[in-house]
């Protein structure tokens, strides 16, 4: 299914978007690649949904990429004997182990590994960063705060702690059987949620074995700090912003993203800018202006993908949402200046034979009448630098691996086309002008550049480019071989 963009878009499932005629309505609108929140549903349930899922994917023969985001270690406060609590700004209050219910001056909080990692002066966020409280004195197992902010408090609302690294397991026990059914079932993309450094994903990688490419979601200030090291362990990567928000002063985030998606840019790893982007639209058939323009932000920035929660999950016009981005993109995508935008942000660093090929190949395609860019790969790495350059032209993925052209789902301007097993260039070559011909990027009097691996089928042997006519016959005429 040939989009008219090069963002790609990820809509989650829930509620109110996990029957056929839904889910298939948000592929058709738009969604390339679906997110199963493993946070919520049964195991049963998100079987049900991921078989649907295929059988829409083999139905309009369109590669769709699944994402399994697991729930990450949820840190919350106990019960109060009232349901809940005023807390006043000035007022003292206290956590800790004791897990009688709470009331206006102390409350349960079940996780030692906080008190074992805070210190006097330490902020702790109640409700989406609603309540702050601030550490007077603290012990093993308490923490007398001051309330600096104060609000609501009620039954086991999420508690964020910014300014330390805890002491957590990487992966709950949760987690862990999460994550093994998602890769038993054969999704494409594994989100790792509340990373901290880079052993949190390289654990989830030894578990993960190769089933699925592992994305790390950046939402802590200390994965900010060692963001080099977490990208460098991570397939993909994604800016949610919604904790980072919470953890973060607001004024923080825009120019965190802005850094985030350029680096992975650099280095070619996709990268999901996500959280809040069409909010209002979880109860509205129409956005605000300022969500319009945040999500069209996202994409004059280079990223590869953009993401709906709640607004596709359990909104009341989740196609719509969908539908809403899709022509953002498209507007955004058409204007002159996002393509100069575009370009002054290439920084790439090439250091391969590869990454030469597909420098060159966009660098011809977009100094000639090229139609379309068609890159053999195996693992995927090809098509990933040549998305990496962000050319004019559109990317055909051709690959033989049904797992490499889901994965390829989520990347910038990448469409997948499946192709058999091949040993001569030549086929490589009338596959391809075959693909760009029935995908209607091309046409026979047009030209189109292919480039390739030779010996064929190993990855990461991308050596070979060439300018070839979309005309079988002339293919023929010019090419002995």
Same mark, same amino acid.
């Given at each position: 299914?040939?989009?008219?963009?090069?963002?790609?878009?990820?809509?989650?499932?829930?509620?109110?978007?996990?029957?056929?005629?839904?889910?298939?309505?948000?592929?058709?609108?738009?969604?390339?690649?679906?997110?199963?929140?493993?946070?919520?549903?049964?195991?049963?349930?998100?079987?049900?949904?991921?078989?649907?899922?295929?059988?829409? /994917? +083999? %139905? &309009?023969?369109?590669?769709? *990429?699944?994402?399994? !985001? =697991?729930?990450?270690?949820?840190?919350?406060?106990?019960?109060?004997?009232?349901? /809940? +609590? %005023? &807390?006043?700004?000035?007022? *003292?209050?206290?956590? !800790? =182990?004791?897990?009688?219910?709470?009331?206006?001056?102390?409350?349960?909080?079940?996780?030692? %590994?906080?008190?074992?990692?805070?210190?006097?002066?330490?902020? =702790?966020?109640?409700?989406?960063?609603?309540?702050?409280?601030?550490?007077?004195?603290?012990?093993?197992?308490?923490?007398?705060?001051?309330?600096?902010?104060?609000?609501?408090?009620?039954?086991?609302?999420?508690?964020?702690?910014?300014?330390?690294?805890?002491?957590?397991?990487?992966?709950?026990?949760?987690?862990?059987?999460?994550?093994?059914?998602?890769?038993?079932?054969?999704?494409?993309?594994?989100?790792?949620?509340?990373?901290?450094?880079?052993?949190?994903?390289?654990?989830?990688?030894?578990?993960?074995?190769?089933?699925?490419?592992?994305?790390?979601?950046?939402?802590?200030?200390?994965?900010?700090?060692?963001?080099?090291?977490?990208?460098?362990?991570?397939?993909?990567?994604?800016?949610?912003?919604?904790?980072?928000?919470?953890?973060?002063?607001?004024?923080?985030?825009?120019?965190?993203?802005?850094?985030?998606?350029?680096?992975?840019?650099?280095?070619?790893?996709?990268?999901?800018?996500?959280?809040?982007?069409?909010?209002?639209?979880?109860?509205?058939?129409?956005?605000?202006?300022?969500?319009v323009s945040d999500v069209a932000t996202a994409i004059y920035e280079g990223s590869d993908a953009i993401m709906l929660s709640a607004e596709s999950a359990s909104g009341n016009y989740p196609v719509e949402a969908v539908t809403t981005m899709n022509n953002v993109a498209i507007e955004v995508e058409s204007d002159p200046i996002y393509r100069e935008v575009i370009e002054a942000s290439r920084r790439a660093n090439r250091q391969t034979v590869a990454d030469g090929i597909v420098a060159a190949a966009r660098e011809i395609a977009e100094?000639?009448?090229?139609?379309?860019?068609?890159?053999?790969?195996?693992?995927?790495?090809?098509?990933?630098?040549?998305?990496?350059?962000?050319?004019?032209?559109?990317?055909?993925?051709?690959?033989?691996?049904?797992?490499?052209?889901?994965?390829?789902?989520?990347?910038?301007?990448?469409?997948?086309?499946?192709?058999?097993?091949?040993?001569?260039?030549?086929?490589?070559?009338?596959?391809?002008?075959?693909?760009?011909?029935?995908?209607?990027?091309?046409?026979?009097?047009?030209?189109?550049?292919?480039?390739?691996?030779?010996?064929?089928?190993?990855?990461?042997?991308?050596?070979?480019?060439?300018?070839?006519?979309?005309?079988?016959?002339?293919?023929?005429?010019?090419?002995?071989?």
């Amino acid at each position: 299914m040939r989009r008219h963009r090069n963002v790609k878009i990820v809509a989650t499932l829930g509620p109110a978007s996990s029957d056929y005629a839904t889910i298939r309505a948000l592929h058709e609108a738009g969604a390339d690649v679906f997110r199963l929140n493993m946070s919520h549903g049964t195991h049963a349930e998100i079987a049900e949904t991921h078989r649907i899922i295929r059988l829409i /994917e +083999e %139905e &309009l023969d369109s590669p769709i *990429a699944i994402l399994a !985001d =697991l729930q990450g270690p949820k840190l919350r406060v106990g019960t109060f004997a009232n349901g /809940e +609590e %005023e &807390l006043i700004q000035g007022a *003292a209050f206290r956590l !800790d =182990l004791d897990e009688t219910e709470g009331d206006a001056t102390r409350v349960c909080l079940p996780h030692p %590994e906080i008190f074992a990692a805070i210190e006097p002066g330490s902020n =702790l966020l109640v409700n989406d960063g609603k309540i702050r409280l601030r550490v007077a004195n603290c012990g093993t197992d308490y923490a007398n705060c001051e309330v600096i902010s104060g609000g609501t408090i009620s039954n086991r609302k999420g508690v964020n702690v910014p300014d330390v690294v805890l002491p957590l397991a990487a992966l709950s026990a949760k987690d862990r059987a999460d994550l093994e059914f998602a890769c038993a079932l054969g999704i494409d993309w594994l989100a790792l949620s509340f990373v901290q450094r880079p052993e949190d994903v390289n654990e989830a990688r030894i578990l993960v074995n190769g089933r699925a490419a592992v994305l790390s979601k950046i939402e802590k200030p200390a994965a900010v700090k060692c963001f080099e090291d977490i990208l460098a362990v991570s397939d993909g990567i994604m800016v949610a912003r919604g904790d980072l928000g919470v953890e973060l002063p607001v004024q923080n985030v825009p120019p965190i993203q802005k850094r985030l998606v350029r680096r992975c840019r650099a280095v070619a790893k996709p990268v999901i800018v996500a959280t809040q982007m069409l909010e209002s639209m979880i109860e509205s058939p129409m956005p605000t202006r300022a969500e319009v323009s945040d999500v069209a932000t996202a994409i004059y920035e280079g990223s590869d993908a953009i993401m709906l929660s709640a607004e596709s999950a359990s909104g009341n016009y989740p196609v719509e949402a969908v539908t809403t981005m899709n022509n953002v993109a498209i507007e955004v995508e058409s204007d002159p200046i996002y393509r100069e935008v575009i370009e002054a942000s290439r920084r790439a660093n090439r250091q391969t034979v590869a990454d030469g090929i597909v420098a060159a190949a966009r660098e011809i395609a977009e100094t000639t009448d090229i139609k379309v860019i068609c890159c053999y790969t195996e693992s995927g790495t090809t098509a990933l630098l040549t998305a990496r350059e962000r050319p004019r032209v559109p990317i055909i993925g051709m690959t033989s691996l049904r797992h490499t052209a889901r994965r390829l789902a989520l990347t910038w301007g990448v469409n997948c086309v499946m192709t058999g097993e091949l040993t001569r260039f030549k086929m490589a070559v009338i596959n391809a002008a075959r693909a760009a011909r029935a995908q209607g990027y091309a046409s026979e009097s047009d030209q189109i550049i292919v480039t390739a691996g030779v010996p064929f089928n190993v990855p990461g042997t991308t050596n070979i480019l060439r300018v070839a006519p979309c005309k079988e016959s002339l293919i023929y005429a010019t090419d002995p071989g």
